[in-house]
């Protein structure tokens, strides 16, 4: 099973990219990423998801090195709203296994 | 809009009482799971179900069981209920196939066990 980890906590201001990073040492060849975002009392949501090199969509980036051991999601020009916790989450399709991190609390200061 | 609905937002119960929590899901998806969240332990997988009727032991079983006779409904049951299971409880729905890691997340049960 991956194991995955991230960073407990990181603040930044408005206007500022915020990039977040999660470890996956042993990500196997079929297994992709994706990234959530949870606000208090909320459920979590799906902002991307990617298997290698870069992935963006209208909220978000995604990047995967060559070894895929590691993701990065960036989020540019932060505002106060994208204050949340940020999940990664690993799908191991062959096992049909799925390996959240822990959650990395982003605080967003005007 | 996808929807995954979760039958209580909070519920109050009393040690030894049998508690279900029920979710139900519109899109169709062949995967539901349930997750318990704890502050400091982030999402910790109790059950999920790919199939009608199959059901599948994830990281925190004990003192748990779900039930899935419908595709779209997936209970989670605490069969005596004990204090150390308050907590936040997650309902989650996926697609089949490569759609695995798609969840989609109701808006949560919050459960106190007194």
């Known amino acids: 099973l991956a194991k995955t980890t991230q960073p407990i906590s990181m603040d930044s201001y408005e206007g500022q990219e915020v990039n977040i990073t999660c470890s996956h040492n042993n990500i196997a060849t079929n297994d992709y990423i994706t990234w959530y975002q949870q606000f208090p009392s909320q459920g979590p949501r799906f902002i991307i998801q990617g298997y290698k090199t870069k992935v963006t969509n209208e909220v978000a980036s995604l990047f995967i090195p060559a070894d895929r051991k590691s993701s990065t999601l960036s989020l540019p020009r932060v505002s106060l709203s994208d204050t949340a916790v940020y999940y990664c989450?690993?799908?191991?399709?062959?096992?049909?296994?799925?390996?959240f991190g822990a959650g990395t609390t982003v605080t967003v200061r005007a | 809009d996808v929807k995954v609905t979760q039958s209580s937002r909070y519920l109050v119960k009393r040690t030894g009482e049998k508690v279900f929590l029920e979710c139900v899901q519109d899109m169709d998806h062949e995967n539901m799971f349930w997750y318990r969240q704890d502050p400091g332990l982030g999402l910790r997988l109790i059950y999920f179900s790919y199939d009608v009727k199959m059901k599948e032991k994830g990281d925190i079983p004990e003192g748990y069981s779900v039930s899935r006779e419908k595709k779209e409904r997936f209970s989670l049951i605490l069969e005596s209920a004990s204090t150390n299971q308050t907590s936040m409880y997650l309902c989650a729905s996926s697609p089949g196939g490569q759609g695995l890691g798609e969840l989609f997340f109701g808006e949560g049960s919050r459960l106190t066990v007194l």
């Open positions: 989450l690993v799908t191991e399709l062959d096992d049909y296994k799925l390996s």
